[in-house]
């Protein structure tokens, strides 16, 4: 919350400021169903997929909360945040993938244009 108060301060209108929330589908069933060692794991998966899609950008990433991620990024266009949503879920479903897990881990995204 402090970084997205210090970015919204220093806000010039040359750069579009998205802020995304993102939240694991059905992530109390894994923990329900797995134990909350196995639950602690696909956080860990999760995470690992937002650095892995992030990699290339100065993106500011942070767990918000539970099963909840916050992402604040400049972009250029509501394309570009689409483009980053996506990049995101196929690097997550590459992680499950490889990591042959028992369940699906995907995302819901929202995100908002600062203005």
Known sequence: MRYL???IK????????YVFMLDVNKFKK???????????AALIYCAN????????????????????YIIVSELDSEAEAELLCNK????????TKEANLPYSLTFSFGYALYN
């Open 49 to 68: 997929a937002l650095r892995d899609a992030n990699r290339d950008s100065n993106n500011f990433i942070g767990r918000y909360g539970g099963d909840e």
């Open 88 to 95: 995101i879920s196929l690097s997550l479903e590459k992680i």
């Open 30 to 40: 894994i923990n329900d169903t797995f134990g909350h060692v196995e639950g602690d």
């Open 10 to 17: 220093n806000e010039n209108e040359r750069n579009k400021l």
């Open 5 to 7: 108060s210090m970015r």
